[in-house]
């Protein structure tokens, strides 16, 4: 089982963001897929979820109406689009499978 994430970087504020997830060694449209995030001194926390046919999703709060999760179970990839991102978007973000599967995680720093 395997999740590899990209697309992490360095982003002015207000700028957009694609996070990119394959994932390998499982059936891939069996499972929900998340994103999470951890920025420094604090703790993980759920960004957004999709559920295993890609018809239902979750954001949590502090991103909605500018994250938009998406997955493709033919490529067995997901993704997180992030528009209008601020500095408290700074993190490392993961991609998680329901099978509890971690990727290793990329940066996303948002900086002027």
């Known amino acids: 089982v395997q999740l590899v994430e990209s697309g992490g970087g360095l982003v002015q504020p207000g700028g957009p963001l694609r996070l990119s997830c394959a994932a390998s060694?499982?059936?891939?449209?069996?499972?929900?897929m998340s994103w999470y995030r951890q920025a420094p001194g604090k703790e993980r926390e759920l960004v957004a979820r999709?559920?295993?046919?890609?018809?239902?999703?979750y954001y949590t709060d502090s991103v909605k109406g500018g994250f938009t999760i998406s997955r493709d179970n033919a490529k067995n990839t997901v993704h997180l689009q992030m528009n209008s991102l601020k500095p408290q978007d700074t993190a490392v973000y993961y991609c998680v499978a329901q099978l509890d599967c971690w990727g290793q995680g990329t940066q996303v720093t948002v900086s002027s």
């Open positions: 060694g499982f059936t891939f449209s069996s499972y929900a």
């Open positions: 999709i559920s295993f046919s890609g018809g239902s999703t």
